[in-house]
Nanobody, 117 residues
């Protein structure tokens, strides 16, 4: 059974940083591109960042380029999202999923990120 467990969210001030983690199990993690998505209230889920199976290629939404960094540790079946210089517009629930190229698995609970002063 596939599990995707996001963690690391919280309340931060504008300009602050958070590091999100996604622990994956139930599939061959090292064979899949992994991506981060987010969904703000009243809006559709959007792709934020992705990283290929060996970590060699990354991509980012224009709204987060230069501020967010995605990485992965295949030995730990974990993908990370380092979020810097956070803005109120980054407030959302953040999710991870495998992508080939569309999301493959049932969504996890996500982790709430709130950026507010």
């Amino acid at each position: 059974q596939v599990r995707l467990v996001e963690s690391g969210g919280g309340l931060v001030q504008p300009g602050g940083s958070l590091r999100l983690s996604c622990a994956a199990s139930g599939f061959t993690f090292s064979s899949y591109t992994m991506s981060w998505y987010r969904q703000a209230p009243g809006k559709e889920r959007e792709l934020v960042a992705g990283i290929t199976s060996a970590g060699g290629v990354t991509n980012y939404a224009d709204s987060v380029k230069g501020r967010f960094l995605v990485s992965r540790d295949n030995a730990k079946n974990t993908v990370y999202l380092q979020m810097n210089t956070l803005k109120p517009e980054d407030t959302a629930v953040y999710y991870c999923n495998a992508r080939r190229p569309t999301p493959l698995f049932t969504w996890g609970q996500g982790t709430q990120v709130t950026v507010s002063s």
